[in-house]
Every structure is written in C-alpha cells, then in structure tokens.
C-alpha cells in the first residue's frame, strides 16, 4: 500500500499582494482645512492609538475619515474573496493624532487567488491585465468612495469621544491621479503542481 504525502488539487496555494499608497501630495491627499469631507487620507489608525490626541474636533474628524477609507479599501478587497490583512506599516509622518500618513503599506493575501481577476477596465477607462493591477484598481475605487456612516470621533476641544455622522469623498485627485498614488505587486504566488495518473507531474 503506498505512503507518504500526495498532492491534493483542492489543496490551498495563496497568493501575496503587497499594496503601498503613496500620499505625500497635498494636492491628491489634502491636509489643512480642518473638517472638509475629502481630507484624512487613509490609515487604519484611530485617536486612541497616539499618546497625543488630535487637538480639535476638525483633526479627529479627519482622523475617522481616513480610518472610514481603510475599511472601504479592505471591504473592496475581502469583496474580491476571502483575504487577509497582513504587515501593516503607515510612515512616522503620522507621529500625533494631528497628523496625516504619508505612506501606507500592507500585504493582502487571498488563499484562493483564482477568484482574483486579471483583466477588465480600471476607474479611468484604462485596461486591466493582471491580477495585481485589479486589485490596484479597487484600491483605488474604495479611496474615491463617498461614504457616510456613524462613527467615533474624538473631540481634542472637549476632551471627549462622540458617535457623529462622518461623510468622505475623493480626495484632491482625478480618477487617473488616485490610481496613480496606488501599487500592488505580487510578492509571492504558489502554484499547485498536478499529478497525472502515472505520478508524473503536470
């Protein structure tokens, strides 16, 4: 009777996509004007993870605006299929509550990559081909979702966090400009060899 290990062409071969926003202009990633809807940029980072709070209720509001487009990005995402989230890394320049990231980075990885698509039309009317540069483009459609939802809010004026109605919009930045302060890279994709029924591979 034979032994030992077979491969198993339900078995799991994921594949690991490293995304990096890019959101140093002012102009695609606005920072001054206190409480307008398109600023915050994105972090996945709340008031209570910085020793220094935000100072004002407009600087917490910009914090829960750009936590709101992290979880529209990571709702695009696990849309596509069942992901996580790993290796999240967001640049010293978000140092306080005040301030706003000027790099985000983290690795998706999706068990089952086949569900990924590679091709289709990105947000301005350009042609996808890869697996990465869809996801490249959800990225980007989640960044320029208007969205409003209740959320906490730390108020630096009183001292307090509240539930408040929060509203994002794009950013500062046509279509074209926001996917391009996106890049996804597949940084490592198995793939499952078959057998065939003499043992050979295929």
Sequence with gaps: MPSGFQQNINQLAPGFFRVVLTMTSTTYYPTTGGAENDRGGVTPNSADS????????????????????????????????????????????????????????????????DFVPSSGTDIASGSITTQAGYIKNEVAKAIRLSTTANVRVYNGTSGTDNMLPITVTHTGATASQTLGTVSVNLIDGTELIIADSTGDAE
């Design 50 to 113: 910085f020793a220094t709070l935000p100072t004002t209720l407009a600087y917490g509001q910009n914090r829960a605006r750009g936590n709101m487009r992290f979880r529209n990005i990571i709702n695009a995402l696990s849309g596509i299929a069942d992901c996580q989230i790993l290796d999240i890394e967001v640049d010293s320049d978000e140092a306080v509550g005040n301030d706003q990231a000027t790099t985000l980075a983290f690795t998706v990885k999706y068990d089952r990559p």
